[in-house]
Each structure stands twice: as structure tokens, then as C-alpha cells.
């Protein structure tokens, strides 16, 4: 009931298309969704977070499309461009106010294609 | 500091030889993780200490792994006796707020190898 699962596992997408990458979860107490963005070499960060009282929120050309009643939440990279080609993780916790325990997905490496 | 700060940023050391890795968390967050991850691989929970409350010690893979925290600052995570497969980034992550969204950020890891 912990877990949130991840899908795809890789995905490659032409320079100026849309990437989805797909979550889902079981814990209906979790309340805050983030996704973060890994380039080689580094740690991940933070890249944008729901709540789930949103069906979506965007940041530029990121936005999360967030589902309570089918407990999933997706990630779209809108134009997709080669300097977005990284591993996405999404994650998520309860206790939004709070620095309870994050649960991370296994982890979507995009390529992007020129 | 700004960030999550980890040292040493690379490890290298010989298999059967112990390893301190050491973590400075965002000043003021409570909660700090420590995560493996293997070439190529995602997050291995390890622990998790959140303020007073004991450790989340679930992850660590065996009794050769430990992990101390000071408070709510630094914090070493130790492996006894290294094996090759320990080989990884060993990351660290602080996740606090402002009562109102707390976010959790990463160091840059440290990359042991053990050979």
C-alpha cells in the first residue's frame, strides 16, 4: 500500500513532442505529489508537486495531471526539447505539512530525440 | 548552507575497509533520508530520521550499514567491512518547510567505489 508505481520504465520521444510518464498509487492518505528530474552525474531535484485537492497544475512546460478517484497522476512535458532528456521520478507522501517519509517511484529514463 | 551539502564527493577504498559518508541537511529541516542508487538504477530507501522519533532503519540492507544524526543537523552514514557490491552513489536528502509545503531537496551524492 506504500508503494507508488512508475511506468514507462524508459521512453524516447522526438525533439517537440509531448512526454508522459504515468504513476499510480494505493495510499489514499497520501496528499502531496512531486516530481523530480535527475541529469547524469547528479542528485535529483525538485522539478513541480500537487496536492490533490488540483486536477492539474503547470509550470512552463511541465504541468502534472493528478486523478484522486483512479489514484494516479502523470507527468507532460509539453515541446519536448533534448536538454529535458533525464530520469523522472515521481514520488509522494502524506502528511503535506509535515516532513513525513517520501515514497519514490523506480524511476523513467527519457531520451529525446533531435 | 543553501543546499544539502555531502562529502566526500567521490570514495574510493578497498574491499573489507570501512567508509564514513557524511551529510550536511538544509538548516532547519527535520527530516533527512540517505538513498542508494546504483549505475543506472533508482532510490534505495536506506533511513530515514525524522526529528526525535527513532530512525526508520528499514532499508538498510545489513548490519554492516549504520547511520548516526546529530539533532536535526549532519548525519554519517557508515559501512563496515565494504564489498564491491556497495559500490554506488550514496544520496542524502533534507526534506523541511514553512508549515505550509514541506519539500524534500537532494545532495549531490557520493560515489563510492570499493575495489
Known amino acids: 500500500q506504500q508503494q507508488v508505481k512508475q511506468s514507462p520504465q524508459s521512453l524516447i520521444v522526438q525533439k517537440g513532442g509531448i512526454s508522459i510518464i504515468n504513476c499510480a498509487y494505493e495510499?489514499?492518505?497520501?496528499?502531496?505529489f512531486p516530481w523530480y528530474q535527475q541529469f547524469p552525474g547528479k542528485g535529483p531535484a525538485l522539478l513541480i508537486a500537487?496536492?490533490?485537492?488540483?486536477s492539474e497544475k503547470k509550470e512552463g512546460r511541465f504541468t502534472i495531471s493528478f486523478n484522486k478517484s483512479a489514484k494516479q497522476f502523470s507527468l507532460h512535458i509539453m515541446d519536448s526539447q533534448p536538454g529535458d532528456s533525464a530520469t523522472y521520478f515521481c514520488?509522494?507522501?502524506?502528511?503535506?505539512?509535515?516532513?513525513?517519509?517520501?515514497?519514490f517511484g523506480s524511476g523513467t529514463r527519457l531520451s529525446i530525440r533531435p | 548552507g543553501a543546499g544539502v551539502s555531502q562529502s566526500p564527493s567521490n570514495k574510493v577504498t578497498e574491499k573489507g575497509k570501512d567508509v564514513e559518508l557524511r551529510c550536511d541537511p538544509i538548516?532547519?529541516?527535520?527530516?533527512l533520508y540517505w538513498y542508494r542508487q546504483r549505475l543506472g538504477q533508482g532510490l534505495e530507501f536506506l533511513i530515514y530520521?525524522?526529528?526525535?522519533?527513532?530512525?526508520?532503519k528499514s532499508g538498510l540492507p545489513s548490519d554492516r550499514f549504520s547511520a548516526e544524526r546529530t539533532g536535526e543537523s549532519v548525519s554519517t552514514l557508515t559501512i563496515q567491512r565494504t564489498q564491491q557490491e556497495d559500490s554506488a552513489v550514496y544520496l542524502c536528502?533534507?526534506?523541511?518547510?514553512?508549515?505550509?509545503?514541506?519539500?524534500?531537496?537532494f545532495g549531490p551524492g557520493t560515489r563510492l567505489t570499493v575495489t
Open positions: 495510499n489514499t492518505a497520501f496528499d502531496y
Open positions: 500537487i496536492r490533490p485537492d488540483v
Open positions: 538548516s532547519g529541516h527535520t527530516a
Open positions: 514520488a509522494a507522501s502524506t502528511g503535506y505539512s509535515s516532513a513525513s517519509k517520501i515514497i
Open positions: 536528502a533534507s526534506r523541511g518547510g514553512n508549515r505550509v509545503v514541506y519539500e524534500q531537496y
Open positions: 530520521f525524522q526529528g526525535n522519533s527513532a530512525p526508520d
